[in-house]
């Protein structure tokens, strides 16, 4: 899982943003401020894993936290490092490069940790989950922001859009974003029929995380999850 992620998104790194948007019509950072949002400003240190171009990294920095952003593909680090060198952004946020499945930081080293179209990516998500509980502190905040299906009438257009319109509109881009567009909408799909949410509300409480809640947005394209540690 970890090699499918950096061939996917290691040819998709280039403007990555611009095209994210342009390909979810304007939601893509919509769904980042909602993100952004369900962490309390008195969080100091944040955890952004899944960084990819540090665009929710930026958004928590530019709140007042500081902000580790970390990584598993080094064309995504690379993009990030340009854009908070470039919005001189270094001194509130730092980059690393590593691995959700093995975070290395100690217990409870961050007061609050986000994380972005993650968890169809790793092998064992419920470890995964675990995993990032542990090093957000007793009292912090985790929240997620991840793909999702929306209910009828609207899955039919999500279809169309994820089976047709991204594939096309990636290969208008480049072959690495033309790739992204073929693997999505089945990814998605799959992952939401295995996973429904009840299942992956119970990771997190087993994580050690209270009140957690969702909120579907775009008719529910898109899904954040959030919660608080025990």
């Not at 994210?20 to 909602?34: K, T």
């Not at 999702?148 to 072959?175: K, Y």
């Amino acid at each position: 899982m970890r090699e499918l992620a950096q061939s996917l998104f290691s040819g998709a790194a280039y403007r990555y943003d611009r095209v994210a948007a342009w390909l979810s019509y304007g939601q893509y950072p919509r769904w980042h401020r909602f993100l952004v949002s369900r962490i309390p400003p008195e969080a100091r240190w944040v955890l952004d894993v899944a960084t990819g171009t540090a665009s929710v990294a930026v958004l928590l920095a530019r709140r007042g936290h500081r902000v580790v952003g970390l990584d598993l593909t080094e064309p995504m680090l690379r993009e990030a490092a340009r854009k908070v060198q470039s919005l001189r952004l270094q001194d509130r946020v730092l980059l690393v490069r590593g691995a959700a499945e093995q975070l290395p930081f100690p217990d409870g080293a961050f007061h609050a940790l986000t994380f972005t179209f993650l968890l169809r990516y790793v092998q064992d998500p419920p470890q995964v989950v675990a995993e990032l509980g542990r090093v957000v502190r007793r009292g912090g905040w985790m929240a997620s922001l991840e793909f999702g299906v929306p209910d009828p009438p609207w899955r039919w257009w999500w279809r169309v859009h994820t089976r047709v319109v991204l594939p096309v509109g990636g290969r208008l881009v480049s072959d690495g974003w033309h790739r992204v567009g073929r693997f999505l909408g089945s990814s998605i799909e799959a992952f939401c029929r295995a996973h429904p949410f009840p299942e992956v509300r119970a990771w997190w409480q087993r994580a050690g995380f209270v009140q957690v809640r969702r909120r579907r947005l775009s008719f529910g394209a898109a899904e954040v999850v959030w919660g608080r540690k025990r």
